[in-house]
């Protein structure tokens, strides 16, 4: 499965129905907009393989921007706003793309690429400028959008929905949230996220991309109930893990008039019934409530 391919999937997507919220608090990043193309190292590499053309590819992306920008604030804080910005986000996505596929290509660096060279530096460095991170995943290095980023760049520009799911995503990705489909974050900390979710749904219920926030709410409910392949919900002999029992617990105690927490509260009492082991009730309430499995599936690292 390609590394970016739970983001791109959502790029496909667009905003097509209008939506009205009440202003929010704004998220802890920092408000100002980035400078477009920000002093820094040039753009241009000498490596003397596939990383020399990733410059290339960036050429014309910041005027690209500015102009989405501009369209963007001239019908502020509206759906035609939001719609200017995921149109722009489809294309950055597609340049993600060709960018990776370059270090794909660059098997005799990849391996600098994720320590600390000079050419990972300045790799670093011209991505950053242009919106993007260098990430990676099982020792693979890929481009990956900067969410906070495109959060300040557009601030005041798209509607209160949108700019709050771009806050919220840009929280998430500042903590890896899978490596090698083991959990990165704590149990609690994930139960927090499909709640915080949930809570978005409810409070912009006409949010025009929500497919988009439907997909991160069913990722964390879904690894939350079923696991990973490394970071089991059960264990071996089929016991519910003694960890992810005290958070089902706390999720119950703290939030419990939550869909989520209700859900939980459902399993807890199955799984009391039965000696806190997997059965097919479980199986059964799950598929009820349309929790797929995230067992076999390579979930999104960030």
């Known amino acids: 499965m390609n590394r970016a391919s739970p983001l791109l999937a959502l790029a496909l997507l667009t905003c097509g129905k209008g939506e009205r919220g009440a202003n929010v608090p704004k998220d802890s990043i920092q408000s100002r907009a980035p ?49 200017f910005f995921l149109s722009f986000r489809n294309r950055f996505l597609k340049t993600g793309e060709h960018i990776t596929d370059r270090l794909d290509q660059a098997t005799s660096v990849q391996s600098t690429v994720l320590e600390d060279t000079s050419t990972s530096r300045q790799l670093t460095a011209l991505l950053a400028r242009h919106g993007f991170a260098l990430a990676y995943t099982e020792g693979n290095a890929y481009a990956d959008e900067d969410i906070a980023y495109w959060s300040r760049f557009f601030d005041g520009a798209l509607t209160p929905a949108m700019q709050r799911y771009l806050g919220l ?35 912009y219920p006409d949010f025009a991309w929500k497919d988009a926030s439907q997909f991160w709410y069913n990722t964390y409910l879904s690894t939350y109930l079923t696991g990973m392949d490394n970071s089991r919900v059960f264990s071996d002999s089929g016991t519910l893990e003694p960890e ?56 999104p690292t960030r």
């Open 35 to 83: 400078e477009l193309a920000a002093l820094g190292a040039p753009d241009s590499f000498s490596t003397g393989g596939p990383l020399d053309g990733i410059p290339s590819l960036l050429v014309g992306l910041d005027s690209q921007s500015e102009a989405v920008r501009q369209q963007a604030r001239a019908v502020a804080a509206t759906p035609r706003a939001d719609s």
């Open 169 to 203: 995503r840009a929280a998430e990705q500042r903590t890896r949230f899978s490596e090698d489909a083991a959990l990165q974050i704590s149990w609690d900390e994930l139960a927090g996220r499909a709640v915080t979710w949930e809570q978005f749904a409810d409070s």
């Open 244 to 299: 992810v029992r005290t958070s089902y617990e706390h999720l119950v105690g703290r939030y419990p008039q939550t869909r989520t927490a209700q859900l939980v509260a459902q399993c807890l009492t199955l799984l009391k019934q039965n000696g806190y082991r997997r059965s097919a009730a479980i199986d059964s309430l799950l598929r009820q409530g349309h929790v797929t499995s995230m067992l076999g599936v390579q979930p």
